[in-house]
């Protein structure tokens, strides 16, 4: 998949194929995803106050220094009597608290302060989460968060997604955080974006992350990050089978073969030509399509190549009773845009 020039994807390990788990459905995914998320979930720390949090501050036994205040965009504070602006930003709770103590006491504005501070309202670390998952929401990350965390809050991923996630970080905005994990040593990382002003892509394979557990790939998300589950792509199947229509290469974690879109289409048909079939492929140089010759006969016998598909391809599978029917593009285009059914993978199509 392309994610632009910006794009840095991450390096697999050589994966334990004895110990992978199965993970033939999207419910097997998402039992795995809350699985690693919660054995690998950070450790619970302080949250790190960022411009728009809302805090309550409590001054014990001082009612007219106590109130709610909201961090402004540069991340500062006021407070009544105290001269200056506080920065609070870049602070937990409790730094802040002793910030305070400290500016009361030498202002000669509390002997011994005694200052609480909580955050009521977070609003400084949002990370959205956007596509094929269940719940698409913003998650706001009040502790240092995982890949497989905010994917597990988002309800893991939809039957229809695909193979990998996108993680998209404004590089200056992570740049100009103090609280945001650090991604260095990541093999996600690559050393950087090539242009250090575009948005960094951070490409995961969902298979590489759920089947060897790998926490690499389990990367720490920023503050501004989306989180991008692209939905998998359409194949078609068309002519001589019993049940011709679009196809979802849903999140199966295997390969789509001109087989497995025969067992789904319910199979060619008695007048079906099945040495003469042909897989249509957009040429993504010239933009036209490429004839791919597929003798399905030997691939059903066991005895041929079983072709791999692609998001986009058309299997088309001639009639005895059309001749170079696979040679008519632009019929079978118009026969998809009329109304051919779209079915999901293992939904009713077998």
Known sequence: MRAGK???????????????PNLETADQANARISEL?????????????????????????????????RVNQSGFIALPLVPTKIQ???????????????????NGLVSTPQVTVDVKEQHSQP???????????????VRATTLLE??????????DAGNVVLVTRNVRAAAASTTAPTTAGDPANNGGAADASAPQIFTINLDELLNTGDSRFNIPLMGGDVVSVPRAGIFYVVGAVARPGGFVMAN??????AL???????????????????ILRTNKITGEKDHLPVDLRKVVNLKGPDVALLPNDI????????????????????????????????????
């Open 88 to 106: 609070a930003q870049g602070l937990t709770a409790f730094q802040l608290q002793d910030k305070l103590a400290e500016l009361l006491q030498v």
């Open 37 to 69: 998320a919660h054995a690998a979930a950070v450790r619970p720390e302080d949250y790190v106050i960022g411009s728009g949090d809302l805090l309550d501050i409590e001054v014990f036994e001082v009612p007219e220094l106590s109130r709610e205040v």
């Open 150 to 159: 905010v994917l597990s809050e988002a309800g893991g991923i939809a039957p």
């Open 260 to 278: 497995k879109a025969l067992s789904l289409a319910g199979g060619m048909t008695s007048t079906a030509r099945s040495t003469q079939a042909v």
């Open 315 to 350: 299997l088309v599978v001639p009639d005895s009773a059309s001749k170079r029917a696979w040679q008519k593009t632009s019929d079978v285009m118009i026969s998809l845009g009329s109304g051919v059914a779209l079915y999901r993978l293992g939904t009713g199509a077998l």
């Open 252 to 257: 199966d974690h295997q390969e789509v073969t």
């Open 127 to 141: 990370i959205t989460v956007i596509g094929a998952v269940t719940r698409p929401m913003v998650f706001e990350a």
């Open 6 to 20: 910006a794009q840095q994807v991450a390096q697999p390990t050589a994966p334990n194929a004895a110990a992978a």
